[in-house]
């Protein structure tokens, strides 16, 4: 086991990394008391992650890093949520599971998608590490200043505009979030958030980000695309719940977001990878599956990964888009 009782002072220099480190969100300098063990603990392992992630009988599939990061695959394309790679985010907060695919496994990327600056979503060392498998970048409004000069291009795609290459569609949508990412740029970063929808060979898939729950956001976004066959949100994190509930949402109102959204399936990500709150370890996946329980949604609606597992959602001869339009709906929809 990797992690081992932590002292009294490892408790205060906890609280002082933490206070010092400002995590992204703004988390308030409190003592983690459940969490702080980790800290000074080596990341946990993932065992058999996967080498070669690309499946050729899959028309759509993805892939749990750990937080928000995922690779999808869609038929031959493949785009990559928020990358974090790095063993800390903002040089002091650490990593607690090692990412659940190795960077130099990675397949060359057709759309890295940023959805906003904060430390734990936007890794500038996590993107030169994998630098030469990145083909385009997208940003939010006002994102691009945040990404320095790489060898490919970055591009910014405000709320409600599409980025196309070929027949590859993303669309920047709204969510509702906020913080800052060096504390000066506060006042600015009001836009500078966003979730995306990905449209290719008639799948969808609609990654959130960061959000707290705001039913009009998720309408809205329905009403545009009214066949996801997946959504990727964010679960954690939960508490202190009077600080987090106006930026994130919690295992429930995640639930409520994937039926507002009205998606064929949701995958549960942004828990259990980095300490960003005073949540134990396992307590946002124990919350979603007992909400899971009261609504009446089985596995087969809601995935909950283990890092580095992979999913396979649409097999080919399977069609994408109108099955999520026909999917059964749960109790209390
Ligand atoms: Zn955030
Ligand atoms: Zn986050």
Redesign the pocket.
């Known amino acids: 086991m990797a992690t081992r009782p932590s002292s009294s002072p490892a408790r205060l220099s906890a609280a002082a990394l933490l206070a010092l480190a400002g995590l992204?969100?703004g988390v308030p300098a409190r003592i983690l008391e459940s969490n702080v063990a980790r800290l000074f603990a080596s990341p946990l392992p993932v065992p058999d992650k996967v080498r070669a992630p690309y499946r050729p009988e899959a028309r759509l599939a993805a892939l749990w890093v750990g937080h928000a990061t995922v690779l999808v695959q869609i038929d031959d394309r493949w785009i990559l949520t928020d990358p974090v790679f790095t063993s800390t985010v903002g040089l002091m907060v650490k990593r607690l599971v090692e990412p659940g695919l190795a960077p130099e496994d990675l397949p060359p990327i057709d759309a890295v998608l940023i959805s906003?600056m904060?430390l734990?979503?936007l890794s500038l060392g996590s993107l030169s590490l994998i630098e030469p498998k990145v083909r385009a970048p997208l940003v939010p409004r006002g994102g691009l200043v945040y990404v320095p000069n790489h060898s490919f291009a970055s591009f910014e795609v405000p709320t409600w505009t599409t980025w196309r290459q070929g027949d590859l569609e993303i669309t920047a949508v709204p969510v509702r979030?906020s913080?800052y990412r060096y504390g000066l740029d506060r006042d600015w970063m009001t836009e500078s958030?966003t979730g995306y929808v990905v449209e290719y060979h008639g799948i969808t898939v609609y990654f959130g980000?960061?959000t707290a729950y705001d039913r009009d956001d998720f309408v809205k976004t329905r009403a545009r695309f009214p066949a996801i066959d997946l959504a990727l949100l964010p679960i954690a994190p939960v508490g202190p719940r009077e600080f987090m509930e106006s930026?994130?949402v919690d295992p429930a109102e995640a639930v409520q977001a994937f039926l507002d959204l009205g998606a064929r399936r949701m995958m549960a990500i942004h828990f259990d990878t980095f300490i960003n709150s005073t949540d134990t370890f396992g307590e946002a996946p124990r919350e979603l599956r007992r909400v899971m329980a009261a609504r009446g949604l089985g596995p087969d609606r809601v995935i909950l990964p283990r890092h580095g597992e992979q999913r396979i959602l649409i097999t080919r001869g399977e069609p994408g888009g109108a099955a999520a339009a026909s999917a059964p709906a749960p109790r209390g929809e």
């Open positions: 992204s969100c906003h904060h734990d979503h979030h913080g958030f980000g960061d930026k994130h």
